[in-house]
Nanobody
Framework: EVQLVESGGGLVQAGGSLRLSCAAS????????IGWFRQGPGKEREGVSC????????YYANSVKGRFTISSDNAKNTVYLQMNSLKPEDTAVYYC?????????????WGQGTPVTVSS
């Protein structure tokens, strides 16, 4: 059974940092690409950052380039999202996902989400 369990969300002031973690089970990062999505209040869910261990390709949304970094610990089957210089518009529920490709397309499995609130 595939499971994705996110942690690390919370309340932070603008300009601050958070690191999200996603512990994956039931598959390895050789099987699927892995990534992070978010859904802000009144907004559609969007891809934030995704990558593929198989080919090393990585995607970042323009809105987070230079501020967010995706990484993984393959031994722990865990993927991280380091978020720096946070802005109020980054407020959202952040979801981990297992995907068909590294461009944040073709979601196969979702985590339950972890909320991030950035105060101004």
């Amino acid at each position: 059974e595939v499971q994705l369990v996110e942690s690390g969300g919370g309340l932070v002031q603008a300009g601050g940092s958070l690191r999200l973690s996603c512990a994956a089970s039931g598959f390895t990062f050789d099987d699927y690409a892995i990534g992070w999505f978010r859904q802000g209040p009144g907004k559609e869910r969007e891809g934030v950052s995704c990558f593929s261990v198989r080919d090393g390709s990585t995607y970042y949304a323009n809105s987070v380039k230079g501020r967010f970094t995706i990484s993984s610990d393959n031994a722990k089957n865990t993927v991280y999202l380091q978020m720096n210089s946070l802005k109020p518009e980054d407020t959202a529920v952040y979801y981990c996902a297992a995907l068909q490709d590294s461009q944040c397309m073709g979601v196969m499995f979702w985590g339950q989400g972890t909320p991030v609130t950035v105060s101004s």
